[in-house]
């Protein structure tokens, strides 16, 4: 019986690795989960996002309701809804001249990029 005790003994040793190994690694997977998860929404996010927008809107409505300088080392400025359709019907009478202008003005706010530099390899 010596022999089979032993042989028993080793078995449950065995169990009980195993056991405590899928312990140790149910208690690991629970551990990273628990971490990596991200915090609940609260409520107070939906009032977060609201005054978020209506700062947003009152910036917009601000830029469309006032003149201002867009990059004043260009030259280039905001003007207000009511000035620019003003603007637009005065110089729309002649559609070429308005057309030239136009170019001229999107040519100086957005100007060519430089050319890229020699390649040394060629």
Known sequence: MNGQEAHERAGLAYLIGIVGALLIVGALSWAIYRYTQPPPLGEDRAAVRAKGLAEIRA?????LDNSGWIDQGKGLV?????????????????????????????????????????????
Not at 59 to 63: I, L, Y
Not at 87 to 116: F, G, T
């Open 59 to 63: 910036v917009e409505k601000d830029a």
């Open 78 to 122: 905001r003007l207000r809804i009511e000035d620019a359709m003003k603007l637009v019907e005065r110089e729309w009478k002649n559609p070429a001249a308005a057309r030239s202008n136009l170019i001229a003005r999107v040519e100086k706010a957005n100007p060519a990029p430089a050319p890229p530099p020699p390649n040394p390899f060629e």
